[in-house]
């Protein structure tokens, strides 16, 4: 089945310094990516929609100079948290779509990463 | 906007006995998806199962079904036979159907699921 690799799985990192997570595809070609961003046994919240070679979208209330996405191939999304502070704290968990041959489509199954546990102090 | 409700923080179930988790969801289009996902302690996503709103049938897995009422906007999940394994969080999601949507889903606030031996 569809494999979506998400790395690093966990990440410790000083408050002001700015860390990568990175979304890949391993299967499939992704045309878009989601970012989702879950407190502890708390729901997960949409970020922002990653669409391969163009801006991503991102949701009322984040800030997209904080989380800085770029989707550059079919099969790699970045999310970049910039000057990360304590309260950037999360589960964070990227999901991108298979579907038929190699390129994704619309209604094909979303797949999800197996999240990155960050933790700034 | 579309949301959906999962007004059970916690459940607990007796091994081998049946539970039933609710969702309900509000939206103004006719045509959508609905989803059951189960977030193990691993925090690993899973697609328990998925249902097309246009389906009058109620979609099965094993030893899970759902419920689907499209005129009161509800879908609860049935568990039977609960195993151990069976123990998450598990969050019901809505995406719409629109070719015009990004896809992206939008989830409840989760339940809890406990399982006792």
């Known amino acids: 089945g569809a494999v979506v690799s998400q790395h690093p799985s966990r990440v410790i990192c000083k408050s002001g310094t700015s860390v990568k997570i990175e979304c890949r595809s391993l299967d499939f070609q992704a045309t878009t990516m989601f970012w989702y961003r879950q407190f502890p046994k708390k729901s997960l919240m949409l970020m922002a929609t990653s669409n391969e070679g163009s801006k991503a979208t991102y949701e009322q209330g984040v800030e997209k100079d904080k989380f800085l996405i770029n989707h550059a191939s079919l099969t790699l999304s970045t999310l970049t948290v910039t000057s990360a502070h304590p309260e950037d704290s999360s589960f964070y968990i990227c999901s991108a779509r298979s579907g038929v041959g190699d390129v994704s489509s619309y209604n094909s199954p979303l797949h999800f990463g197996n999240g990155t546990r960050l933790t700034v102090t | 906007a579309q949301t959906v409700t999962q007004s059970q923080p916690e459940m607990s179930v007796q091994e081998a006995e049946t539970v039933t988790l609710s969702c309900t969801y509000d939206?103004?289009?006719?045509?959508?998806?609905l989803f059951w996902y189960k977030q193990p302690p691993s925090r690993q996503m899973i697609l328990v199962i998925r249902q097309e709103a246009y389906k009058q049938q109620n979609a099965t897995e094993n030893r899970f079904s759902v419920n689907f009422q499209k005129a009161a906007k509800s879908f609860s999940l049935k568990i039977s036979d609960s195993q151990l394994g069976d123990a998450a969080m598990y969050f019901c999601a809505y995406r719409s159907a629109l070719q015009t949507n990004t896809g992206k889903l939008i989830f409840g606030q989760g339940t809890t699921l406990q399982v006792k031996p």
């Open positions: 939206t103004s289009e006719s045509d959508y998806y």
